[in-house]
């Protein structure tokens, strides 16, 4: 009985979680047609003349794709040996939230516009169309991320600091009469100038804070470019290695090196 079930599971597992099978691919394939359908019926569904006509078609088509994907997270939590890790991870915890919307409905009426977190699992089609190598520049953009976060906390407290003097001046020189009536409000024009936004609700109308005013535009540019630049650093120094789109046959993750026989997540043999 054992046996069967690992071989039950084994099937399922290459079905599901594998892309280099002919039947994992048109699963995988089926699956996000599935998913992109689901999204337009509940886009159709929040326009209030075509609800009012087809709300009953449109409520029997969101209860079958929740009840797809409902059996398909089951089918997904039953092929690992570690339900838990797959739950808990982030393709884990997207599934389950592309189906619980649907159900709390039930007790809870407009929830289920949460449904539109399904399109998060259109990121499956990285696995589809197997674009490892993406996944794989992926991780080196988060490596670079991670290793620039001193860096960008530094520069961030930096402009922050900036942020209040050019705030606290605007308010000393502008007044209230000119809108700038408490140092967060000038606080506020500090961050939307410096961010070359302008909004334009609010503006310095002084000679002086006009002067000013150009001082940050023009650092605003400079501003800009310092954390694409401390990133793009750090990008030149990293390389990126080529990843198997194999499925961990226990925890469900992937992203292990072609040549990797255990899983790096959990340890179990792949």
Known sequence: MAKKLDSWRRRVHVIIYESDTRAGRLFD????????????????????????????????????????????????????????????????????????????????????????????????????????????????????????????VVFLITVATLVVIVGTLMYVVEGEKNGFTSIPRGMYWAVVTLTTVGYGDISPHTTLGQVLASFVMIMGYGIIAVPTGIVTAQLAHIKAKPVSGQACPSCSLQGHDIDAKYCKFCGSAL
């Open 29 to 152: 394939i089926s699956l996000v047609g599935v998913i992109v359908l689901s999204i337009l019926v509940l886009m159709i569904e929040s326009i209030h003349g075509v609800k009012d006509g087809w709300h009953t078609t449109l409520k029997i088509l969101e209860w079958v794709f929740t009840g797809v994907f409902t059996v398909e997270y089951l089918l997904r939590l039953s092929a690992v040996k570690n339900p838990l890790r797959y739950a808990t991870s982030f393709f884990g915890i997207v599934d389950l939230a592309s189906v619980l919307p649907t159900w709390l409905s039930i007790f809870y009426p407009g929830a289920h516009y949460f449904l539109a977190l399904r399109v998060l699992r259109l990121l499956r089609i990285f696995r589809i169309l197997k674009l490892s190598n993406y996944i794989s520049q992926a991780e080196v953009l988060r490596k670079a991320m991670a290793e620039s976060r001193q860096k960008i």
